[in-house]
């Protein structure tokens, strides 16, 4: 059974940092694509990053050179460090999972976790 757990979201003032985790449990690394997804009330949900089962990483472009995404195959976790936080970036945050690096990035994981919440304050 996969299961993926997020962690480490709260609350944050703009310019603040964050890092999400995700662990993992029942899928490879090595054959997986992981990601982190949001929902902001009110909006639909938007791709944030990915990260291939090769370690290639691709972000939004609302968060280029501010959000890293990582992963420790030994830890089975992937991370989502979120720097220079803005308030636009409050919203819950999902990790998915998926042997199709396309059709996670179109949203489309097949294995996902139950979120957490990030609010940034002004």
């Known amino acids: 059974e996969v299961q993926l757990v997020e962690s480490g979201g709260g609350l944050a003032q703009a310019g603040g940092s964050l890092r999400l985790s995700c662990a993992a449990s029942?899928?490879?690394?090595?054959?997986?694509?992981l990601g982190w997804f949001r929902q902001a009330p009110g909006k639909e949900r938007e791709g944030v990053s990915c990260i291939s089962s090769a370690g290639r990483t691709y972000y939004a472009d609302s968060v280029k050179g501010r959000f890293t995404i990582s992963s420790d195959n030994a830890k089975n976790t992937v991370y989502l460090q979120m720097n220079s936080l803005k308030p636009e970036d409050t919203a819950v945050y999902f990790c998915a999972a998926d042997t199709s690096l396309g059709r996670l990035r179109v949203g489309g994981g097949n294995y996902w976790g139950q979120g957490t919440q990030v609010t940034v304050s002004s």
């Open positions: 029942g899928v490879t690394f090595d054959d997986y694509a």
